[in-house]
């Protein structure tokens, strides 16, 4: 009940876009961008994360990134973030800087709803070699929803992070954020997992995609998100449930790309030759499909 509500509050207040056959849009969720430190679960899939938006980049995508993309609950001070990983935000502001970049936010960067903490930590950013301010995301406005709607038929995809209705996560994502601050941060290092995360917990996130299921059949409308991790497109005679999955992976990222006029599931990781050279790959593993294929109305 909690989450038909939740979402449906996301659909009345979301940002529109439209979309056509020639509109390229690609979404990643759960990057979870850390300080670089041992418990920063990203930095083991920087390299290919980077590779992988610089060719999203090149090919006039715009990028969706559909919340949990800095990890402020662990991370509080951003500023160690932007440092570490300076050369990934080169590329998201490449994106923000040519009005390609949508950012959503989920319960780990709950704190982009709050206007003064992303113009304090997000407008600007600080060159150490030259010791000034300059122009970073100045402007930025995450929204917590998203409505593509295609101009020629009128199907609508909704994109949220995928925390509403989740309880700890959503609702008591207060003292959620205090254990994860204060206690889990120091066990991610050791592979030991929050458990109020969907994440592990089977349980958990078998219901929350079950309440997901029931809004799309209610409301008629495919929905794209993240927050289990758990990469999602469905199966012939499945309801139109997609999940990005994530960014932490041990060796690979996963996302869902929406161009011209077809929706798949791709995976991108770091592949190995018979000559034993190292190079980052692209996989697509459900798909392409039509678009209006999953339009259920």
Not at 15 to 43: C, L, P, Q, T
Not at 106 to 115: A, I, P
Not at 177 to 194: D, P, Q, V
């Amino acid at each position: 009940m909690f989450t038909n509500r939740r979402l449906t509050e996301a659909y009345k207040n979301a940002r529109v876009e439209y979309f056509n056959e020639n509109s390229k849009y690609i979404f990643f969720s759960d990057v979870h961008r850390g300080n670089g430190s041992m418990s920063d679960e990203f930095a083991r899939n920087r390299n290919i994360y980077h590779h992988a938006l610089n060719y999203y980049y090149k090919n006039g995508f715009t990028y969706v990134e559909a919340g949990d993309g800095d990890e402020l609950l662990e991370y509080s001070d951003f500023k160690y973030t932007k440092n570490a990983h300076r050369e990934i935000f080169d590329v998201i502001k490449d994106f923000f800087d040519e009005g390609r970049l949508i950012r959503l936010y989920g319960n780990h960067d709950l704190k982009l709803k709050n206007k003064k903490y992303v113009e304090e930590n997000y407008y600007t950013n600080y060159d150490e070699y030259n010791e000034v301010f300059f122009d970073f995301l100045k402007g930025l406005k995450p929204i917590e929803a998203l409505v593509l709607r295609n101009l020629e038929t009128g199907q609508e995809i909704l994109t949220v992070h995928g925390h509403q209705g989740d309880a700890p996560n959503d609702q008591f994502a207060f003292f959620t954020k205090l254990s994860i601050r204060y206690f889990w941060k120091f066990l991610h290092g050791f592979g030991i997992r929050n458990p109020s995360s969907p994440v592990k917990n089977v349980t958990k996130r078998h219901r929350i995609e079950k309440n997901f299921n029931k809004w799309i059949k209610k409301n008629k409308m495919a929905l794209i998100c993240g927050h289990t991790h758990r990469f999602k497109y469905p199966k012939s005679e499945d309801l139109p449930y997609f999940n990005s999955g994530c960014c932490v992976y041990p060796t690979i990222i996963t996302c869902i790309e929406l161009t011209e006029g077809q929706i798949q599931l791709v995976r991108w990781k770091i592949k190995v030759d018979s000559e034993g050279v190292l190079a980052i790959g692209r996989d697509v593993m459900r798909g392409p499909e039509p678009i209006e294929s999953f339009d259920i109305r």
